[in-house]
């Protein structure tokens, strides 16, 4: 028998403003709850806390029967904003905190790390603070499709992530400086949950790299070192700046990647079916053959609507896309690119955030790396 007036008492503690997004990714709405650490939650965050909870302690406020009066008095004594003060004293501030739209692995090892391990309740714990972190991860070749297990040794002092094949006497097989580095988890496009992708600039070409490790807590430790050793870089190199600054320049995520079709600049050769990722903030959308290439196919420079660039739905006249009929034409001041997607969806989300980069105005770096990115993308 489901106690409704206890059910009504919890659903009312969830109209505080701090009890009406997920403790742990902000999903709105939350109507789960873990009475081990009296946070309220959303669904998907409660499959993780019943990972390491006693059983009966992760419970439904609408669904379940709190047969517990003490249960109820806890949740009602505590909520997110106490947990939070608790749990969350010491995070980092170059620490991830993750999104509901981010992937599972950060989502899951932010909650473990928060209320299993008890990593950020006092400012004693060095885990996050190392200045130096090896191990090894698994590492995509640059031309075979495999992955094998390498090295990695990322160095704060000297600003560098190396890595070394099987021959350690040779000397690291690629060195990677932390100035131009960025790093965002791409589960999808390297088939792997816990996959990583790695960029940097290489002789002024971004270059791309895939790694990943079996264990959730490894590679999501392996991605608050990167951005620890990113945040260091920059603390040093603008000391003016303010952490609240610094913080949105230590990693930078896509707005979108997936697949679309793209014909050339004649608007008569084949469609192709291309890799894309749209940089937002560096105003790129860049395409690749294949997924996981080393280097861009082509790219296109998103500029703003100031400055003659449009994004339009659909396809030109009397044109026919291969295998895809949602068309996107995107107008730079030098051609036009025409682009289809593999349904409306598809081409809804793609149009939404190109025209999101379209109305931001372009800075004076941006209008600096227009003119960079033409030299090098000539056609
Ligand atoms: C719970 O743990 C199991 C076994 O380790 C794992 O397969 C599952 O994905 C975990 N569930 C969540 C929601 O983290
Ligand atoms: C970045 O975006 C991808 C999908 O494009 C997503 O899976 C991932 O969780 C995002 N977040 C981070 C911090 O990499
Ligand atoms: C991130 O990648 C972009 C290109 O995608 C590059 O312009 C930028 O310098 C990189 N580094 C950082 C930290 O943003
Ligand atoms: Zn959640």
Redesign the pocket.
């Known amino acids: 028998m489901v106690n409704r007036e206890r059910n009504t008492r919890l659903l009312e503690t969830l109209k505080l403003p701090e009890n009406s997004v997920c403790a742990d990714c902000g999903l709105p709405e939350p109507d789960w709850a873990s009475c081990k650490v009296g946070v309220f939650i959303c669904l998907?965050c409660s499959?993780?806390h019943?990972?390491f909870t006693e059983s009966g302690k992760v419970k439904s406020i609408r669904l379940d029967n709190w047969e517990d009066e003490r249960l109820v008095q806890f949740m009602i004594g505590n909520g997110n904003l106490k947990a939070k003060k608790k749990y969350e004293a010491f995070v980092p501030p170059f620490y991830y905190r993750p999104h509901a739209r981010d992937c599972?692995v950060l989502k899951?090892q932010w909650i473990r790390a928060k209320y299993q391990r008890e990593e950020f309740m006092s400012n004693k714990a060095t885990i996050h603070t190392t200045a130096h972190r090896e191990g090894f991860l698994y590492k995509r070749g640059r031309d075979s499709k495999g992955f094998q297990e390498r090295k990695f040794v990322l160095s704060r002092s000297e600003g560098v992530l190396k890595y070394y094949t099987k021959d350690n006497g040779k000397g690291p097989k690629g060195i990677i400086p932390i100035q131009s580095l960025n790093v965002t988890f791409q589960g999808e496009k390297i088939r792997h949950q816990h996959g990583l992708e790695i960029t940097y600039m290489k002789d002024s070409q971004t270059r791309n790299i895939f790694v990943y490790h079996d264990s959730g807590e490894e590679i999501v430790a392996w991605y608050n070192a990167l951005r620890a050793a990113r945040f260091h870089y920059l603390k040093t190199t603008y000391p003016q700046a303010s952490e609240a600054e610094l913080i949105p320049k230590i990693t930078r995520n896509y707005s979108k990647v997936g697949y679309m079709e793209k014909t050339g600049p004649k608007q008569k050769e084949a469609f192709k079916k291309r890799w894309f990722n749209l940089d937002s903030g560096g105003r790129k959308l860049l395409y690749y053959k294949n997924p996981l290439d080393a280097f861009e196919t082509g790219g296109i420079f998103i500029g703003s609507k100031e400055r003659g660039y449009t994004v339009k739905e659909g396809l030109p006249q009397g044109m026919k896309g291969n295998n895809w009929d949602c068309g996107i034409i995107i107008g730079t001041p030098a051609r036009e690119f025409v682009l289809t997607c593999e349904n409306v969806k598809e081409q809804r989300e793609w149009l939404d955030v190109l025209r999101d980069v379209l109305s931001q105005p372009m800075t004076k770096e941006d209008i600096m790396e227009e003119a960079n990115f033409r030299r090098k993308h000539p056609k």
């Open positions: 998907q499959g993780v019943r990972n599972d899951e």
